[in-house]
Every structure is written in C-alpha cells, then in structure tokens.
C-alpha cells in the first residue's frame, strides 16, 4: 500500500444512483432541409455570384452536424455557380499548425472528399486594418484572397467572459479566422477586454473584408442542432444577441445545487472551449466569468476525450486527477492554447492520483465535508451531456422533488477494476 493510498484507506466512495435530468429539446429534423431553407431566402441567395471564390470558415469545436453543414452550404454555394473552399476557423487549436488544423478537422469528418471541395489550411495572416489604439486586426491569408467569406459557428456561452456577443459567428470572425496570430492579438490585453475586442475586432472585419453571411446554429441540451440560422454581415451582430439568449435558455445544467463533490468522467473540447463547462463545474479559469449559480466544493476530472488530440487547457481548474489523464497531456496543443488565451490557471496541474478510486477518494478528502453520511456528490460523463447522472443518497430528497428529474435506478456501489479504474461512464445506461 502506498503512502497515498493509506492516508485515503479510510475513505468509501458512496453507493450511487442513476437520475435522468429532462430539459427542453426543440431540434432540427432534416439538416439538409434546414440548411437548404436558410441559404435560398432571397436576402442569402443574392449575395452569391457565379464565379465567386467563396472561404467557408470552419471552427474546431464539437458542433453539433458540423460536417453536415459544412456540406451543405458547400453544395448550395457550388449549385449557384460559386467555387467554395474550406478553411480552418479555429485562432490557434491544433497546436496552431497548418497541418493539425487540417487534422482537427478531419477528426469532425470535415474532408475534401466528405465535402466535395478543397481545404486550404494556413497559419498566415493578413493585416486588414487597426483598432483605434493601433492593434493589428489579422485574417487568414486564404480568406483574404478570397472574392468572398461565409462562416459556420454555433453560438453559446462562452467560458471566459460575459457581453452581449459572445461565442458564436462573431467571435470565429475576430479569433477563428485572426488564427493564431489574430487570436492572440484579441488576447493581448487579457480576459476584462475580451468582450470589447471580440466585437471591437469584428467590426473592423466585416466593414474591410468581403464576409457574405454565416450560419449560425444553437444546441439543445442533448447536443442535438436546436435551429439553424443565416444571418447577413449587416444583421450578425444584433441577431446573434437574440440566438445567445436562446442559447443559454437550451443548455444543459446540474439541477441539484449545491455540490460537495462533483466527478467529470471525461474532460474534452468538443464537450466546451474550457475542456469543462464553468456554468456546469461552477468554476472559470478567469474572473470575469459571472453570474455562475452552480456551486462545487471540490472537483475531479478523470480522464480527456480522444477527440481533445491531448489538449487538456480545463484541467485546471479541477483539484484532483488521474495518471490516465496526465500521461494524456500534449504539452504544445495544451500550452499552445493556454499561452494564447492567457488563461494559464485553464492548464495548471491538479492533484494526480494513480487511479479512478485514488482520485475519487481524494476529491472527497479535501471536501472538507466532515460527516461522510452527508456527502453531496454528482457524477456525470462530461458537462456536455447532463441527460444521466449519478447522484448520492443526500440528494435523493432534493431530486426526487424536482420537476425535470426522474430517479432510474436504486442506489448502487460504483465498480473499479483491478486497477481501481471505473468500468463504466456516469452517463450511460446500465452499470
């Protein structure tokens, strides 16, 4: 027995049950369909020239339907006479190469193949004006020499700072498609003047550059497509305000509160920007993230999505972790990012234990909760995907009551491996 593993003997992770957490779910039916509908209204479709050499900014993120999209809009703007390309929208993810941002997105299934067109992916910029205080404003080099621009981009939250535009069409225009060197431009003066440089940065963008529209989408709580949306460079600013209230409404969220301990299986970036979602944590690597109602005395991450491609930035804000993670690490897609966005709190090490068990014990531990019979814990899959969860037996009472949470199963002991690993997700259906 190691020394870590006695200072914890004393510990027992509690019996847990399964609850499904309801939350509204409008979503699209035919993605196609939807796509098809938005880029003919008359206000898109005459936008579009014959012969136009169209960009169609593409982010990193875990969109929703991203390769169907990107497909489709392709497809709409080739059947109008114009020869669309791909390129990467994604400020400085991928380890900010050329290379690895062509491999973020192949890793969402966006190819030339899948999408019929060419992908151009360059860390290059271009200089297309200044900010008032000199600040440079970047975009890409392909899009620069593009006839025209169209950008894909789901709206929601964003995980650092709150305003009106937050992430969404506006913030790829500013820092997807600045690049690294863009991206870090708008970072420069730190997280209190994002939300004015995001818009400030924007704005210069879309007076200099030729940006036709962009497609918006919002996600209901199960990460499904909740609507699709066309918006005109004249109309993105406002209209993308109203789709970020719409956003915020449709996310999924922990609705018992509040938490002693809360157990993230899997950490990733598809499931939010910061790894983990602060409104679901009730954590934020920056201090200009308000207004967050979740509250966590103490968190553990155990493990990163495959799709993450190693990038752990959100790690740090967890108090303990594992060795699966940490050995998980990719130092340069981590730091490129963190270095970026000057968050370095996202990526600091937690706590590393050797295993699920270890890990689960400490988070416990350092609770500070002295009666263990009293212990609220959460456990879910990722803060992505709230629909099964786990709770322990302090919240039955409390969920049992709610509304929009129905209890599934009877309490049951959390199964570890022989190498006192967890052997199955929070979220899925059996145990």
């Known amino acids: 027995m190691s020394q870590i593993e006695a200072l914890l003997k004393n510990i027992t992770p509690p019996q847990m049950i399964r609850i499904r957490q309801t939350f509204p779910l409008r979503s699209v039916g035919n993605i196609d369909q939807a796509v098809q509908q938005q880029l003919r209204q008359d206000k898109i479709a005459s936008l579009v020239k014959p012969g136009m050499r169209i960009a169609v900014g593409v982010g990193s993120r875990g969109m929703a339907s991203i390769k ?244 752990c930035s959100g790690m740090g804000i967890a108090d303990i972790t594992t060795r699966r993670l940490f050995n998980k690490v990719d130092m340069t897609h981590t730091y490129a990012n963190t270095l970026t966005s000057r968050a370095p709190n996202s990526s600091k090490i937690p706590l590393v234990m050797e295993n699920d068990l270890l890990a689960i014990k400490a988070a416990i531990q350092v609770c500070a909760v002295p009666d263990m019979a009293k212990l609220r814990i959460v456990r879910i899959p990722n803060t992505g995907h709230l629909g099964e969860i786990l709770i322990s037996d302090p919240l039955l009472k409390e969920a049992a009551a709610h509304p929009d949470i129905d209890i599934v199963s009877e309490p049951f002991a959390m199964d570890f491996d022989s190498k006192g690993n967890l052997t199955d997700l929070a979220g899925s259906d059996h145990h």
């Open 68 to 311: 169907e999209i990107a497909r489709k809009v392709v497809s709409e703007l080739q059947q109008q006479g114009a020869l669309p390309f791909i390129i990467p929208a994604m400020g400085s993810h991928g380890g900010a190469t050329d290379e690895g941002q062509r491999e973020v997105l192949a890793s969402l299934g966006v190819t030339e193949r899948y999408c019929g067109c060419p992908i151009y992916s360059s860390m290059e910029t271009v200089e297309v004006g200044r900010l008032d205080d000199g600040m440079p404003v970047l975009i890409d080099k392909h899009a620069a020499q593009a006839d025209a621009i169209v950008i894909i981009n789901r709206v929601k939250a964003h995980s650092g700072f709150v305003g009106p535009n937050e992430s969404g069409l506006i913030k790829m225009i500013t820092i997807g498609l600045g690049k690294q060197q863009g991206a870090d431009a708008c970072h420069a003066q730190g997280w209190s003047q994002m939300a004015r440089l995001v818009v400030e940065m924007a704005k210069v963008k879309l007076a200099a550059c030729p940006i036709l529209f962009g497609v918006a989408t919002y996600e209901n709580a199960e990460d499904q497509v909740a609507e699709i949306i066309a918006l005109t460079a004249d109309e993105m600013l406002e209209e993308e305000q109203m789709i970020l209230k719409k956003a915020k409404d449709a996310r999924p969220r922990i609705l018992v509160n509040p938490i002693d301990v809360l157990i993230v299986d899997q950490l990733g970036k598809e499931f939010s920007g910061s790894g983990m979602d602060p409104y679901v944590t009730g954590r934020a690597a920056t201090p200009y993230l308000t207004g967050i109602p979740t509250q966590v005395a103490s968190l553990a991450v155990l493990d990163v999505s495959d799709y993450s491609h190693g990038n």
